[in-house]
């Protein structure tokens, strides 16, 4: 495996800003790592500026819904559109935040053999709906999800953050990007 982060040939700006220097240095404090998708995202610090922000704001900011419900709407999506950086690191963090390595792996594989809440359930049909056929989402859908007592700003932050790891799937997919080789030990 190449120690680029994709298989596209940018190379990261050299010199890093110290800002984005301090940021990659938290990373290797706190995951023993710099994620591949950052390094990616480092050929144009705006660029990853922006991604950072957008990624830190719905997976790490304020919710009604929890950074493991969020890490495992990541991973269904994931699944659905077969990212394979996706499904290896945000599979990491859904084994690390629930304390499950099952569960990790049943979300990853297929995500509906899950022992999941109704709540849960829904969140997850809502975000592969979502993946497979946005525009046929109807009140119908969003009201399943009031339903399991989802507020309306709870199904904005679900949509978001299925809408995000649609993006950064689709991004990681075709630019080949690698999950870091520590993912695959973490939390097991």
Excluded at 6 to 28: G, H, M, S, V, W
Aim: glycine share 6%; aromatic share 8%; net charge negative.
């Amino acid at each position: 495996m190449s120690d680029r982060p994709t298989a596209l040939n940018l190379p990261q700006a050299d010199p890093l800003p110290e800002r984005t220097r301090k940021y990659f240095d938290i990373c290797n404090e706190k995951l023993g790592f710099v994620p591949n998708v950052l390094r990616a995202y480092a050929f144009d610090i705006a660029k990853l500026d922006a991604f950072t922000a957008m990624y830190n704001d719905l997976m790490l900011g304020e919710s009604g819904l929890t950074k493991l419900e969020r890490e495992m709407i990541a991973v269904a999506v994931s699944s659905e559109n077969r990212c394979w950086y996706c499904l290896v690191a945000h599979g990491a963090a859904v084994r690390e935040l629930s304390g499950d390595p099952e569960l990790g792996e049943r979300m990853a594989h297929n995500w509906r053999t899950a022992d999941l809440s109704p709540r849960m359930r829904a969140v997850l049909d809502f975000a592969v709906r979502m993946t497979r056929a946005s525009a046929e989402i109807g009140e119908a859908d969003r009201q399943a999800l009031r339903d399991e007592g989802l507020t309306d700003r709870d199904i904005w932050d679900v949509a978001a953050v299925a809408g995000f790891f649609n993006m950064t799937n689709r991004v990681a997919s075709a630019t080949g990007m690698e999950p870091n080789p520590e993912y695959h030990g973490q939390s097991r």
